[in-house]
T-cell receptor, first 111, second 112 residues
Framework: GIQVEQSPPDLILQEGANSTLRCNFS?????LQWFHQNPWGQLINLFY???GTKQNGRLSATTVATERYSLLYISSSQTTDSGVYFC?????????????FGKGTKLSVKP | NAGVTQTPKFQVLKTGQSMTLQCAQD?????MYWYRQDPGMGLRLIYY???????DKGEVPNGYNVSRLNKREFSLRLESAAPSQTSVYFC???????????FGEGSWLTVV
C-alpha cells in the first residue's frame, strides 16, 4: 500500500514565525488531505488538495502530484496553531479510497 | 447539524471485558470509518463501511468487529478487550471516496 511520510516530526516556533510542513507519498494519488489535531484531540479538516494550491487565511497548501509531495505553509503563526498536523492519502493498493495517514508533525508555537 | 457523534468519550475496561463504541453521522454520508490513534503511530484504519450493508477490514482489524446498523450508524465492538487496545478511537465519515472526510471527537479507551 501507499506510504505517507511527514517531516519534520517536531517543530517549535516563536509566535509570528512562518513554517513549512512536508508530506511525501509513495504512489500517485487523486486525493490528499491535511488535518490539524488540536491539543484537545479534535481533528479538523484543513485542506482537500489533490493538486495545485489552496489558501485559507494564514494557511495554504500545495500538492505537486507528479512529484508525490504536498506542502503546508503556516504564516504568522499563533499559539492556537499548536497541535499535530497530519496529511493523508488514499490506499489504492488496499481498500480503495481509504485514507492512510502520516505520523504527523507536532507543532508548538511559543508566545 | 451535529456532524459525527461518538459515544462514550471515555471508558476504562478490564482485560477480557467487552464493549461497543457507537458512532452516528447526520450528514447523509455513504462511507464510515473507524480509526485508532496511538502515540507516534498516526491514525490507523480498523474497519470501514463503504455503504450501508457492507463492511471491510482495514489495516488493524484483529480484535474488533463492526456493524453498519443503517446509513447513519456504524458501531465498533471489542469482544474481549486487551491492554494493547488502549487507544483513542475515531469514527469518521464522508459522502464517498475522493471527498473530504469528517471526524468525530474521539473516544479514549483504557484497558487495564
Amino acid at each position: 500500500g501507499i506510504q505517507v511520510e511527514q517531516s519534520p516530526p517536531d517543530l517549535i516556533l516563536q509566535e509570528g514565525a512562518n513554517s513549512t510542513l512536508r508530506c511525501n507519498f509513495s504512489d500517485s494519488v487523486n486525493n490528499l488531505q491535511w488535518f490539524h489535531q488540536n491539543p484537545w484531540g479534535q481533528l479538523i479538516n484543513l485542506f482537500y488538495i489533490p493538486s495545485g494550491t489552496k489558501q485559507n487565511g494564514r494557511l495554504s497548501a500545495t500538492t505537486v502530484a507528479t512529484e508525490r509531495y504536498s506542502l503546508l505553509y503556516i504564516s504568522s503563526s499563533q499559539t492556537t496553531d499548536s497541535g499535530v498536523y497530519f496529511c493523508a492519502a488514499p490506499n489504492y493498493g488496499g481498500s480503495q479510497g481509504n485514507l492512510i495517514f502520516g505520523k504527523g508533525t507536532k507543532l508548538s508555537v511559543k508566545p | 447539524n451535529a456532524g459525527v457523534t461518538q459515544t462514550p468519550k471515555f471508558q476504562v475496561l478490564k482485560t477480557g471485558q467487552s464493549m461497543t463504541l457507537q458512532c452516528a453521522q447526520d450528514m447523509n454520508h455513504n462511507s464510515m470509518y473507524w480509526y485508532r490513534q496511538d502515540p507516534g503511530m498516526g491514525l490507523r484504519l480498523i474497519y470501514y463501511s463503504a455503504s450501508e450493508g457492507t463492511t471491510d477490514k482495514g489495516e488493524v482489524p484483529n480484535g474488533y468487529n463492526v456493524s453498519r446498523l443503517n446509513k447513519r450508524e456504524f458501531s465498533l465492538r471489542l469482544e474481549s478487550a486487551a491492554p494493547s487496545q488502549t487507544s483513542v478511537y475515531f469514527c469518521a465519515s464522508r459522502i464517498s471516496s475522493g471527498n473530504t472526510i469528517y471526524f468525530g471527537e474521539g473516544s479514549w479507551l483504557t484497558v487495564v
